[in-house]
């Protein structure tokens, strides 16, 4: 069996990200650029005053002195003059500062009056002017390729007069669940049957990575079944499937997909829940053959999809970040798989984050999984450790899943 991060290297080396697309800054945010931004003007444009009080020559802005008043720079209405010796101009924030001033005057330290300005707080020269180009100038990056547009970036695209972003096309992701006894929610449930979770939680998390995910009809454990909606992969970035990973002979992901040319990357992985997990590629699409089980579908697309969702995406994949939490009770040594255990999190008096493993693990608990905020990770052989003891965990709320 597979180490976990092997076979998540080995997914990741295998993806090439989707090509770009343009789109307006509204639709950017969460996207990945494709491209790098450029400034496309220097910002300020011009020196500007920082703050609404009056242009002077520091010279002469002196404790007591009077100056005459000759104009007015607000924002956006340049004062064409010059700034002369004993003379002071009004500015506002944002205006840009005139010819011959080399400092503001705060209109709190200052008394008007008739065409005459009195200073009453000496003025250092440079004080409160924004040098041109000071937030960036025409022509310099501003965003780099690769980068995850925060809503930060968006307004910096935007001041750098950019209406447009080319971002890497949202990840297409078919999601093909199987099995007999799956019946849609809502839908008559067969004998001995079971309501279908894996696809529409697999397409929830697809969608809050960053993928645009595309459910499939249901397959029967049916070669033929399989293999006819398998024959749709070549629309998907990946093909997605649940059940059928597994040993049994209902379990028929990788012989139907044989017949439509599947090559396999490899099937089994140290890992519980999720040890059947499959890897290969149908013609030119990736291929993620998750377990049926629920939890150990949804455990594998933590671990496996949200990364190759980021490579797809344009990110280089990297597994989800873990952090270093309090154990809040004792755990045995681990075996052979690398385990997930599903965990609460709460603060303990110190402040510091504690988890609390549910005390029954098994792979078909829903609910105990969506009531979890961390993975508690448990490396293979990992010895028995008491409680209160660190153990790496991934906070579930951090991926938005
Ligand atoms: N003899 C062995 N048996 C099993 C092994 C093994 O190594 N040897 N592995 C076990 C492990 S671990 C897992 S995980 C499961 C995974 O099996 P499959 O991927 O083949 O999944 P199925 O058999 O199709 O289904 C398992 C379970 O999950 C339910 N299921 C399936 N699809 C859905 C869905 N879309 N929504 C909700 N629930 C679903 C299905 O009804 C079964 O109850 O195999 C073990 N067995
Ligand atoms: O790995 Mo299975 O996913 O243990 O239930």
Redesign the pocket.
């Known amino acids: 069996m597979l180490p976990v991060e092997e076979a998540r290297a080995r997914i990741i080396a295998a993806l090439t990200p989707t090509a770009a697309e343009t789109v307006t800054l509204a639709e950017g945010a969460g996207r990945v650029l494709a491209r790098p931004v450029a400034a496309r003007l220097t910002q300020p444009p011009a020196d500007v005053s920082a703050m609404d009080g009056y242009a002077v020559r520091a010279a002469d802005a002196v404790e007591g002195a009077s100056l005459a008043l000759i104009g007015a720079a607000p924002a956006g209405r340049p004062f064409e003059g010059t700034v002369g010796s004993g003379q002071a101009v009004r500015i506002f924030t944002g205006g840009f500062v005139p010819d011959g001033a080399d400092a503001i005057l705060l209109q709190e330290d200052a008394t008007a009056s008739g065409g005459s300005v009195r200073v009453n707080e000496t003025v250092k020269a440079g004080r409160h002017i924004r040098r041109r180009g000071l937030d960036f100038s025409e022509g310099s990056e501003v965003l780099p390729a690769g980068r995850k547009l925060t809503a930060r970036d968006i307004g910096l695209a935007a001041a750098a007069n950019n209406p447009w972003l080319a971002v890497h096309r949202r990840p297409r992701i078919g999601i093909l ?3 007999d ?2 019946a849609l929610p809502g839908d008559p449930i067969p004998p001995g049957g ?6 529409h939680a697999l397409a929830a998390l697809v969608r809050v990575s960053g993928g645009d995910p595309v459910v499939l009809p249901i397959a029967p454990d049916d070669t033929a079944a399989i293999a006819e909606v398998a024959a749709t992969a070549h629309a998907f970035d990946m093909l997605v499937t ?7 002979e ?2 028929l992901i990788q012989s139907a997909l044989g017949g439509e040319g599947f090559e396999l990357g490899f099937w089994k992985i140290a890992m ?5 997990l499959i890897w290969g590629r149908l013609g030119r699409t990736p291929v993620l053959g ?5 939890v ?2 949804l455990v594998c697309a933590v671990v496996f999809l949200i990364p190759a969702l980021g490579k797809l995406s344009g990110l280089p994949g990297a597994p989800a970040p873990t952090r270093r939490v309090i154990s809040g009770v004792a755990l045995v040594e681990n075996d052979k798989r690398a385990d997930h255990l599903r965990a609460i999190l709460a603060v303990d008096a110190a402040g510091r984050m504690v988890a609390t493993p549910a005390a029954t693990q098994d ?2 608990m829903l609910a105990t999984l969506a009531r979890a905020d961390a993975l508690v990770l448990r490396a293979p052989y990992a010895p028995a450790v008491e409680a209160g003891a660190e153990v790496e965990a991934i906070l579930l709320g951090e991926l938005g899943v």
């Open positions: 669940a199987t099995g006894e799956i079971i309501v279908s979770s894996n696809a649940t059940g059928g990973a597994s040993v049994g209902h379990d519980r829940p999720g040890k059947p998750l377990p049926g089980n629920p150990s579908a792979s078909s």
